[in-house]
């Protein structure tokens, strides 16, 4: 079992919808979590990290940690069609992030104009 | 911004060719990494490296090795490349310390091995 699990998709959605990504995660330890979004043949950008529990809020995106629950969430308001991408949730395999990262498999997302 | 650039965006290599991947970052960070992503897996580990010299294995290191002379730059090797080893290969950087250590990725370079 990954130690991040992601939905695939593709989720399509219209224009203007609230969009939720979802992730699990199984280790206890993972202290933060990062939400990247990467365009179709780019490398990933780091769109938002939080902390192991709670809610972050940039802009139209939300990102937010349950962790009772294991679960982690990014919310998109106002969804354009230039959101369309693959949307990873990763988070550190050792504390500090120095080892690397351990990713879910990514959703793509799609927002019809 | 931080800028991570990798020497290919596209390459297409033989059956047993030795493949370099290079791999620069200009902000001095530590940290740097090296991912392969496919679909249907994701990002996978490689190898990753601390510091000039130094270096660590990632989940998936078998067939592949890397060199890190210089503390901006961190070359991927494929020995003897095989068909397997077609895939994305991504670079990351980050720089140490605290908690909310964040990697950096460059554009990505495409490997097909025929």
């Known amino acids: 079992q990954k130690e991040v699990e992601q939905d695939p998709g593709p989720l399509s959605v219209p224009e203007g919808a609230i969009v939720s990504l979802n992730c699990t995660y199984s280790n206890s330890a993972f202290q933060y979590f990062m939400w990247y979004r990467q365009y179709s043949r780019k490398g990933p950008e780091l769109l938002m990290y939080?902390?192991?529990?709670g809610n972050k809020e940039d802009g139209r995106f939300t990102a937010q940690v349950d962790k009772s629950s294991k679960y982690i969430s990014l919310f998109i308001r106002d969804s354009q069609p230039s959101d369309s991408a693959t949307y990873l949730c990763a988070a550190p395999i050792a504390g500090g992030g120095a080892d690397g990262l351990t990713f879910g498999k990514g959703t793509h997302l799609i927002i019809q104009p | 911004d931080v800028k991570v650039t990798q020497s290919s965006r596209y390459l297409v290599k033989r059956t047993g060719e030795k493949v370099f991947l290079e791999c620069v970052q200009d902000?001095?960070?530590?940290?740097m990494f090296w991912y392969r992503q496919d679909p249907g897996l994701g990002l996978r580990l490689i190898y990753f490296?601390?510091?000039?010299?130094?270096?660590e294995k990632g989940d998936i290191p078998e067939g592949y090795s890397v060199s890190r002379e210089k503390k901006e730059r961190f070359s991927l090797i494929l020995e003897s490349a095989s068909t397997n080893q077609t895939s994305m290969y991504l670079c990351a950087s980050s720089l140490n310390g605290g908690r909310s250590t964040r990697e950096f990725f460059g554009p990505g370079t495409r490997l097909t091995v025929l």
């Open positions: 939080t902390y192991s529990s």
């Open positions: 902000m001095d960070h530590e940290n």
């Open positions: 490296s601390y510091d000039v010299k130094m270096k």
